[in-house]
């Protein structure tokens, strides 16, 4: 049976399904469930300069078909996250940062720390949709690009950047051509669809409190959406000589799901809302499934179907 191995801007993964950030990842005890699961990586919570609590509860809930959520970047400041990549390091596994910004300013600071830390990747998240009053800075391609210029000159880490959304190829051609003049290695897309709203008909409220009920999207909702941004990346991406890693999220819960995702191009994938239903176990389940897939369609490896999809 095909080994569903792979490699992310160089670094090698064991497989191709791994945590995203945000979910059972701010504390050390959950980043060591994860270090004790099939996750081939250790991803984690996307942590700002200073510890932050979060909005206020209820911010997370179940819906028909995946989750809405707005946590508000609850994390204990990344001055404990490069405590826990140093002892995390016993594991193996490539160890990922999230770094967010308040301020532009902050995504520099953080970058530096983390270029000097155990830590193996750093995704800059420019997508966060659930801070009051901070809009989506990878919306705003001169916002990114005055970013870019600052934490690229720093260090030899390689960085990626975790993206929105887009719905519009020239808005997605924007940040490509952006991401090609800068030194960055992988991208992983999508955060969840920011700004959606679930409202109980009984109650006749919002089911989240912050943001007058307004939340990011997550699970089965979002699959097709994030396929199309893998997609549209792997073939703007494609035409370069410049490899970027492509890190598919949104909706997977199944081999199957996955296996869409290395067909559209992915190098490797997240979960969430499945991680967050299932616990761990998912990672080996899923992997499962994937390699099965792989070997029934007669694939020796991963390059085989990555990025294959045929065209009617
Ligand atoms: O913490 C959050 O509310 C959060 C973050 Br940082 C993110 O990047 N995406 C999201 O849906 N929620």
Do not use: W
Not at 52 to 59: A, F, I, M, T
Not at 69 to 75: K, T, V, Y
Not at 214 to 230: Q, R, S, T
Request: hydrophobic letters at 40%; charged letters at 25%.
């Amino acid at each position: 049976m095909a080994a569903a191995k792979t490699n992310i801007a160089g670094i090698p993964l064991a497989s191709y399904i791994f945590n995203a950030s945000g979910i059972n990842d701010s504390a050390f005890e959950e980043l060591e469930t994860i270090a004790n699961s099939a996750s081939p990586a250790i991803m984690m919570k996307s942590c700002t300069l200073e510890p932050r609590k979060g909005n206020d509860e209820p911010r997370y809930a179940h819906l028909p078909f995946g989750s809405i959520q707005c946590m508000g970047l609850p994390n204990l400041g990344y001055k404990e996250y490069i405590k826990f990549a140093s002892r995390l390091k016993k594991y193996k596994k490539p160890i990922i940062a999230s770094v967010a910004g308040l301020h532009p300013d902050d995504y520099g600071v953080l970058v530096e720390a983390f270029q000097k830390s155990n830590a193996d990747l750093i995704e800059v998240n420019l997508s966060c949709p659930n801070i009051e009053g901070k809009s989506q800075i990878a919306y705003d391609t001169s916002l990114s690009e005055g970013i870019l210029a600052e934490i690229c000159k720093i260090g030899k880490k390689p960085l990626g950047l975790k993206l929105p959304p887009y719905y519009d190829s020239a808005h997605q051609e924007g940040m490509a051509e952006l991401i090609k003049r800068f030194d960055i290695s992988f991208i992983t897309c999508i955060n969840s669809i920011g700004n959606a709203l679930a409202i109980n008909p009984e109650t006749e409220t919002p089911m989240l409190k912050p943001k007058k009920g307004l939340g990011g999207l997550c699970g089965d909702y979002i699959k097709p959406v994030a396929l199309g941004n893998v997609r549209n990346f792997y073939e703007i991406f494609g035409r370069e000589k410049k490899k970027v890693s492509i890190i598919g999220v949104g909706g997977i819960k199944s081999g199957s799901d996955a296996f869409e995702f290395l067909l559209a191009g992915a190098d490797a994938v997240q979960i969430g809302t499945a991680f967050e239903r299932e616990g761990a176990s998912c990672f080996k389940r899923i992997n499962r499934e994937l390699e099965c897939i792989l070997g029934k369609k007669g694939y020796k490896n991963m390059n085989e179907a990555k990025g294959r999809l045929r065209y009617l």
